[in-house]
Antibody
Framework: QAQLVESGGGVVQPGRSLRLSCAAS????????MNWVRQAPGKGLEWVAV???????QYYADSVNGRFTVSRGRSNNLYLQMNRLRVEDTAVYYC???????????????WGRGTLVTVSA | AIQLTQSPSSLSASVGDRVTITCRAS??????LGWFQQRPGQAPKLLIF???SLQNGVPSRFRGSGSGTDFTLTITSLQPEDFATYYC?????????FGHGTKVEIK
């Protein structure tokens, strides 16, 4: 059964860094683009970043470009390195699989349960 | 960035009702649009991709239509488990963007 499990969330001060992880299982990780999507408390969804299936290309939302870096590891893991965190980065962060077989995926077909990041002094 | 305008932002409906949610893009996005359902406390779930293709395992009462700039999600006969918030997403051009959501509540 395909599954995504995020970890690494927590409380962090503004300006500090945090690294999120996502463990994938039950599918061929290297065949899928992967995304991070976030949701601030009581708010809507915001796409954050995508990494191509082979890890060679990434795109970011304007709100995080230059501060966040998405990468993928060898052991079916996805990462999000978040630097210079801001209060407005407070959100649940979801790891999301790109389905449909294209370079960046055609749709978001598998979601993790999310991990909460709180940026507060 | 491409803006997606969902309407209405919320609606009240009864079990058995036909419900229609619209999503309008600020520019032509072909059929690169998906629809998601999010129940409280849960992760979103893909319902429709490529504007009108039903995701595996999703009940056939969910229907997507449209292309270009105007898209519609229709629930043909609302069920108790359908009370949730619905989002559209365009993945035509980076940055990918979501609509602001439509909350479907019980009348």
């Amino acid at each position: 059964q395909a599954q995504l499990v995020e970890s690494g969330g927590g409380v962090v001060q503004p300006g500090r860094s945090l690294r999120l992880s996502c463990a994938a299982s039950g599918f061929i990780f290297s065949s899928h683009a992967m995304n991070w999507v976030r949701q601030a408390p009581g708010k809507g969804l915001e796409w954050v970043a995508v990494i191509s299936y082979d890890g060679s290309d990434q795109y970011y939302a304007d709100s995080v470009n230059g501060r966040f870096t998405v990468s993928r590891g060898r052991s079916n893991n996805l990462y999000l390195q978040m630097n210079r965190l801001r209060v407005e980065d407070t959100a649940v962060y979801y790891c999301v699989r790109g389905g449909g077989g294209t370079y960046y995926g055609r749709y978001f077909d598998l979601w993790g349960r999310g991990t909460l990041v709180t940026v507060s002094a | 960035a491409i803006q997606l305008t969902q309407s209405p932002s919320s609606l009240s409906a009864s079990v058995g009702d036909r419900v229609t949610i619209t999503c309008r893009a600020s520019q032509d996005i072909s059929n690169d649009l998906g629809w998601f359902q999010q129940r409280p406390g849960q992760a979103p779930k893909l319902l429709i991709f490529s504007a009108s293709s039903l995701q595996n395992g999703v009940p056939s009462r969910f229907r997507g239509s449209g292309s270009g700039t105007d898209f519609t999600l229709t629930i043909t006969s609302l069920q108790p488990e359908d009370f949730a918030t619905y989002y559209c997403l365009q993945n035509y051009k980076f940055p990918w963007t979501f609509g602001h959501g439509t909350k479907v509540e019980i009348k």
